[in-house]
T-cell receptor
Framework: GQQVMQIPQYQHVQEGEDFTTYCNSS?????IQWYKQRPGGHPVFLIQ?????EVKKQKRLTFQFGEAKKNSSLHITATQTTDVGTYFC?????????????FGAGTRLAVHP | GAVVSQHPSRVICKSGTSVKIECRSL??????MFWYRQFPKQSLMLMAT?????????EQGVEKDKFLINHASLTLSTLTVTSAHPEDSSFYIC???????????FGDGTRLSIL
């Protein structure tokens, strides 16, 4: 079936170190979105990538969408304790007559001061 | 910004009880809403797509008779977990999209615990 794979499952870094999570789809996506979920909270939308090869930046966060629109990455430069949470990629694809958002497994980021 | 309200936030009840969860889009009309289920430290699994005025579309493996979805208006969708059992205990989250927009806005979720 259609899947969105995300690695790593868990990342433990020291404050100031960089962090990257990777997302890969078995099918071409119409777009990919990234969400952040804090412990006990709900997912909060971060960004959407639509174009092949697109790169977007939000302060210390850099998002990339692959040329084939099947993979994506989120890179955080110089992590801070406020970056703690689970980062999910979510690929949008058309299936069964509907536009669906399929989530990756998420990468849980722990940042130690 | 767009807000999705979900109620209740937490339910604890006995096995065999039916539980209704409401999802409302507060400042926009949502012809489509989505229901997800999330187990601890796991991802969000799409359960069904709720369509205003018509039947919901369920994902493979999700029991229609177990998880009843009603989307009677453009701002309200409900999920009823019928005759809930301990294995139904989970975090249920709804989301909705503004017409013509891509980001999905999520409710705060409902933590369901069946004893």
């Amino acid at each position: 079936g259609q899947q969105v794979m995300q690695i790593p499952q868990y990342q433990h870094v020291q404050e100031g170190e960089d962090f990257t999570t990777y997302c890969n789809s078995s099918t071409t996506l119409s777009n990919i979105q990234w969400y952040k979920q804090r412990p006990g909270g709900h997912p909060v939308f971060l960004i959407q990538l639509v174009k092949s090869g697109e790169v977007k930046k939000q302060k210390r966060l850099t998002f990339q969408f692959g040329e084939a629109k099947k993979n994506s990455s989120l890179h955080i430069t110089a992590t801070q304790t406020t970056d703690v949470g689970t980062y999910f990629c979510a690929g949008r694809l058309f299936s069964g007559g509907y536009n669906k958002l399929i989530f990756g497994a998420g990468t849980r980021l722990a940042v130690h001061p | 910004g767009a807000v999705v309200s979900q109620h209740p936030s937490r339910v604890i009840c006995k096995s065999g009880t039916s539980v209704k969860i409401e999802c409302r889009s507060l400042d926009f009309q949502a012809t489509t809403m989505f229901w997800y289920r999330q187990f601890p430290k796991q991802s969000l699994m799409l359960m069904a797509t709720s369509n205003e005025g018509s039947k919901a579309t369920y994902e493979q493996g999700v029991e229609k008779d177990k998880f009843l979805i009603n989307h009677a208006s453009l701002t309200l969708s409900t999920l009823t977990v019928t005759s809930a059992h301990p294995e139904d205990s989970s975090f249920y989250i709804c989301s909705a999209r503004e017409p013509g927009a891509q980001p999905q806005h999520f409710g705060d979720g409902t933590r369901l615990s069946i004893l």
